[in-house]
Each structure stands twice: as structure tokens, then as C-alpha cells.
């Protein structure tokens, strides 16, 4: 890791003396600056990580609920808590909300998905599964971070139920008040 830094720093040294040479260069030289100037801006690609098996994984999570997705190339077969997912979300809703990632970036039936969903209700687990989901795309394919990114399918929708507070009924409601 230290290797990796000092790597970094002495990259950025070497990028700060070329634009340092490149703006103290005479305006007749213009074209070799330009090319270095065009060095300086290229960023290398995301690399997707994809394990031995070619998969990619992915932990999403909405209110109490946690999803682990993997995703490979395949035809579409989706695989919840060793179901099928018409089996375990048998709302269309529900389905509705996994299948949304996939609408967004134009894959549908292209990803095979196996999930294990835990905690919370249905709906948060199909919330948690469409969070997984995003992510798990992403870390196969990066250049969809952006599609998804502007669909809000890559923020953890971070609201859960509020809690019960002492001296009340509820989480905000009081017990009745008496004058006499």
C-alpha cells in the first residue's frame, strides 16, 4: 500500500513538472504541450471486479433488510433465497422494483441473479435486492455507474422506522392527557 502511494506521489510530481515546463515553453512550441497536456487528462478505465467464477457481488440493504446479489452473464433467471423469483415476490410490484436496474441500463434477460435476502418485510427486501443489484452491475459493467447513478439506484434508501420513545405511546404520540 505504501508502494502504491509513493507511486502516486512520484506520478503527480512528474505531471506537475511537465504542465510547469509545458507553461514556461515558448507560444511556438504549442504542439508537443498539447500533447502532454492531453496525457495529463486521460483516466484509466474502471476495471470490473469479477470473481474466479464470473460473477459479480454486491450487498445492498434498504430498512432492515440485507441482500448479497451475484450476477453473471446468462439468461435472465432470477434466484431469491434459493426460489424463483415469481415464487418469492409474488406481488408484480415487487418484481417490478428488482427488474428496474435492468430497464434503466437496457440488459434485461442478459444476467443471470442468485440472491440471499435477510431481515424486514418484502418490501424491503426487494428494495435491498434492487440496491444489490445497481451495485453488483456497476462492479461488472462501470460504465453504468452513471445510468444508475442519475435513476437513484446506487443511494441506500437509508429511511427505517422510527423508534419508541420512554413516556410515550408510540414513537411521537403522547398518552392521553387528563386535567382533573
Known amino acids: 500500500m505504501a508502494d502504491e502511494v509513493k507511486a ?5 510530481k512528474d505531471v506537475v513538472e511537465a504542465s510547469a515546463a509545458a507553461a514556461a515553453a515558448p507560444v511556438a512550441e504549442e504542439a508537443p504541450a498539447a500533447e502532454v497536456a492531453s496525457e495529463e487528462t486521460t483516466v484509466a478505465p474502471v476495471e470490473p471486479k469479477i470473481d474466479d467464477l464470473g460473477r459479480a457481488y454486491a450487498t445492498g440493504k434498504r430498512k432492515n433488510a440485507i441482500a448479497r446479489v451475484w450476477i453473471k452473464p446468462g439468461t435472465g433467471k432470477i434466484t431469491v433465497n434459493g426460489r424463483d423469483v415469481e415464487v418469492y415476490f409474488a406481488r408484480p410490484v415487487l418484481r417490478m422494483i428488482i427488474n428496474q436496474p435492468f430497464a434503466v441500463t437496457e440488459r434485461e434477460g442478459q444476467y443471470d441473479i442468485t440472491c440471499t435476502v435477510t431481515g424486514g418485510g418484502l418490501s424491503g427486501q426487494a428494495g435491498a435486492v434492487r440496491h444489490g443489484l445497481s451495485r453488483a452491475l456497476v462492479n461488472f459493467e462501470p ?5 444508475l447513478k442519475k435513476g437513484g439506484f446506487m443511494t441506500r434508501d437509508s429511511r427505517v422506522v422510527e423508534r419508541k420513545k420512554y413516556g410515550r405511546a408510540k414513537a411521537r ?4 392527557f387528563s386535567k382533573r
Do not use: E, N, P, Y
Not at 460504465?143 to 445510468?147: D, E, M, Y
Open 8 to 12: 502516486t506521489l512520484a506520478d503527480l
Open 143 to 147: 460504465a453504468l455507474r452513471g445510468v
Open 173 to 176: 404520540r403522547s398518552f392521553q
